[in-house]
């Protein structure tokens, strides 16, 4: 059984930084892809970013490139989302996800794991 869990939400100013955890236990993710995800009420899920684990590829979202950046600690089975210059409208439930293929897909119908979600607000 996998699990993913996320860690790290929270209430910022617009401008401040946080960084979001995932811990993923119940098997090793030398392979493989993880993605972080988010959604605002009302709207539906997005992509934020994605890394390949071999070779360390990355992928982002438009309205996140430049602010966010996305990590990874194969030793720990730990990817991180450092999000900075922080906006109103990145406010959402931030999703950890992962798939066992090596692309780097947006679309969250191809990812096969998902964590509870944390909480993001960024007051104005």
């Known amino acids: 059984q996998v699990q993913l869990v996320e860690s790290g939400g929270g209430l910022v100013q617009a401008g401040g930084s946080l960084r979001l955890s995932c811990a993923a236990s119940?098997?090793?993710?030398?392979?493989?892809?993880m993605g972080w995800f988010r959604q605002a009420p009302g709207k539906e899920r997005e992509f934020v970013a994605a890394?390949?684990?071999?070779?360390?590829?990355?992928k982002y979202a438009d309205s996140v490139k430049g602010r966010f950046t996305i990590s990874g600690d194969n030793a720990k089975n730990t990817v991180y989302l450092q999000m900075n210059s922080l906006k109103p409208e990145d406010t959402a439930v931030y999703y950890c996800?992962?798939?066992?293929?090596?692309?780097?897909?947006?679309?969250?119908?191809?990812?096969?794991?998902w964590g509870q979600g944390t909480q993001v607000t960024v007051s104005s």
């Open positions: 996800a992962a798939n066992m293929t090596i692309v780097l897909h947006t679309s969250p119908n191809e990812y096969d794991y």
């Open positions: 119940g098997r090793t993710f030398s392979t493989g892809v």
């Open positions: 890394i390949r684990w071999r070779g360390g590829f990355t």
